[in-house]
Structures are given as structure tokens and as C-alpha cells.
């Protein structure tokens, strides 16, 4: 599936304008007082103004070229943008998913991931920058009961879990965009942060037309 749309709330509104506007120079789509969205390739990445918003923070993923991960590493470091290490490393191998991804931080302390797949054919030469930002790959849901909401989601959709479903921890959709079902218990990796519930609007494209609510409203999901 693809992730055309995502909105999420924020409590730092100018904070966040400037980083993905100035810092990561994303193409902005649309601006208003207390909404604004980013170009993000094939994706768009909506931010709205909350004043309940504390702590809580989001997981969202982009997807790089799979030969561009060096570079793309040391572009966000030329813009002092700093890397979340774990056991001294600051890049990531995934097996399972053979995938490569580094983290970060933006100023709402969203865990941001770029990840490079290297089962897509999406390899270009020219250098990293904006336009390298290929798509939003993942949006974390973090829930109460995982094997619960993946079927719900699964169902709605017609779409299945890939890359290594548990109890636990369920990626739903497929190598271009996924939705990451995780429990609300669960550490997010790779700062062991417990993830935070908080409202999520996403439009995709899907095998089917259709929409969701879950988490009392807080996540509203759209197929098309």
C-alpha cells in the first residue's frame, strides 16, 4: 500500500514549520494559522496545532533510496540534526526486512526514522536532498490489544502483516507503507521509549475503498 496522507497534532507548531520547512527544506503544500503540510514525495506529512498535546509523541518512517544511505546519513548530520545511537552504533540493519534506517529526533520529539529498503528497485544518482525523500513508509499505531486491532485493520482492508507479525508487534501492509500495530507496552526501538496514543488521520491507497475508527477516534484511517 501507499500512505498518500498523514496528519498528526503538534504542540510546537512554529518549531515544527521550521524544521521540516527550513532545516529539512520540504516543499510546503499548504498552509494556514494552526495546519500546515509538507511534500514528502509521493506523500504528504500534515501537521495541526494542539494545546492537549504533552508528552506524547509519534513514530513515523520515510523512505530513502536504497543506495543512498550514506548520504542520506551524513545530510541530516551536515544539518546538525542528531542521530540516536544505541550501543554506539546510529544505523540499523533489519534482516528480516533487509532494510537499513538511522533516527532522529524532530522538535516535538517524534522518533523519525529514513530507512532504506533494498528489496525495491529505487536506486537513483543524483545526490540526497528533499526531492530523496521518497514516501512516508510507516506510521506507528500503538494499541491495547495487537493481534485484536490487526485483524480489525486486516479485515477492513483486505491487506496482511509482513516482515515478522507477534503478539506484540505487527507491521500491516507491505514494503512501500506500512502500518506498524504495536503494543502500548512494547519499547519502541531504538530509545525505549513506551509509545504514546494520540489522534492519527491517514489516506492511503489499498486493495479497497473503506474506513476506520479505532482507538475511540483517535486513529481515522481511509482507504482509496
Known sequence: MKLKAVLLDTRSFEAMKAFYGSLLDLQVVKEGPSRLSFQVGE????????????????????????????EAKQWAIDRGITLIARSQEDE????????????FYDPDHN??????????????????GPHSLLRISE?????DDVPEVSKIITETFQFNSWGGAGQKFAPLGDVEGSFIVTDKQRPWFPDDRLPAVFGISVLFEGTCS?????HKGLYELRSI
Open 210 to 214: 473503506a474506513r476506520l475508527s479505532l
Open 139 to 143: 506510521i506507528g499505531l500503538p494499541v
Open 92 to 103: 540499523f540493519f533489519f534482516e528480516n526486512w533487509n532494510a537499513t534506517a538511522f533516527y
Open 43 to 70: 506523500s504528504v506529512l500534515a501537521f495541526q496545532e494542539s494545546s492537549h498535546m504533552e508528552n506524547e509523541f509519534y513514530h513515523i518512517a520515510f523512505t530513502i533510496p536504497t543506495n543512498k544511505f550514506i
Open 111 to 128: 522518533l523519525i526514522e529514513f530507512i532504506a529498503h533494498h528489496t525495491l528497485d529505487n536506486a537513483v544518482t543524483e545526490a540526497f
